[in-house]
């Protein structure tokens, strides 16, 4: 099925999906997809272990910690010219974005009232600056036909070097704001075209199985 991660910080993924579930349970009668909150195990297991987010307040992590927010969908509700999956996802990252800049605004007024409770210059900086960040598989985007279509600024960073699998970040345009958001609906566009491509294949590889198991052909003979 379509299926997409998208990374980001927990307290507002948190905030924004909260524990009742409103949010996704109306992302889902709208679009038809399903979405997860999910939080990336220690470092050293499989990229893919994912475990519930309740699990997080149990281990007391840490509030800005990444979450992987996973959206999906039915194989039969996606076809060439629309994806449900992509469509929530788009929706469920404005309402991310948005959560983020009023997040934002309310620390700067904190911080002009209380420069003690100021954090580091860096992590200020790289948080305004990136604006999507979703796992793909190693090599399945092209960040150089993107840039050169969009003008933005897109980024691969390695992620879990053992399940083959890259960050791809797209940072905020300073002077346009069309340019990130165009990047950020290709690379969505090619990661969904990369796993109907893998569905495909496979679904040709069963068929190819069970026509072996018939004697080369695609059913057994009919024997009245």
Do not use: W
């Not at 409103?22 to 009668?29: E, F, I, P």
């Not at 979405?35 to 992590?61: I, K, Q, Y």
């Not at 100021?118 to 840039?147: H, N, W």
């Not at 083959?164 to 958001?181: F, I, K, P």
């Amino acid at each position: 099925m379509p299926t997409f991660d998208m990374l980001c910080a927990e307290s507002i993924a948190d905030a924004v999906l909260s524990r009742d579930g409103d949010v996704a349970r109306r992302l889902r009668a709208e679009t038809g997809a399903s979405v997860e909150l999910l939080a990336p195990p220690p470092h050293g297991t499989s990229l893919f272990a994912f475990e519930p987010a309740d699990a997080l307040v149990a281990r007391r992590v840490p509030p800005d910690r990444d979450v992987a927010v996973r959206v999906s969908c039915d194989d039969a509700l996606s076809t060439a010219f629309s994806c449900p999956a992509q469509t929530c996802l788009f929706r469920l990252h404005a309402r991310l974005a948005a959560f983020a800049r009023d997040d934002e605004a309310d620390a700067a007024g904190a911080r002009r009232d209380d420069r003690a409770s100021r954090p580091a210059r860096g992590e200020t900086t790289a948080r305004k600056k990136t604006f999507f960040r979703v796992l793909a598989p190693r090599g399945a985007c092209d960040v150089q036909s993107v840039r050169e279509r969009t003008g933005a600024s897109v980024r691969v960073v390695p992620y879990d070097a053992r399940a083959n699998t890259d960050l791809v970040v797209v940072d905020r345009h300073e002077n346009c704001e069309s340019c990130h958001v165009e990047a950020m609906r290709r690379v969505v566009a090619r990661l969904g075209e990369v796993q109907a491509g893998r569905r495909e294949n496979a679904d040709r590889a069963r068929l190819a199985s069970a026509s072996l198991r018939c004697g080369g052909r695609l059913f057994p003979p009919h024997r009245p």
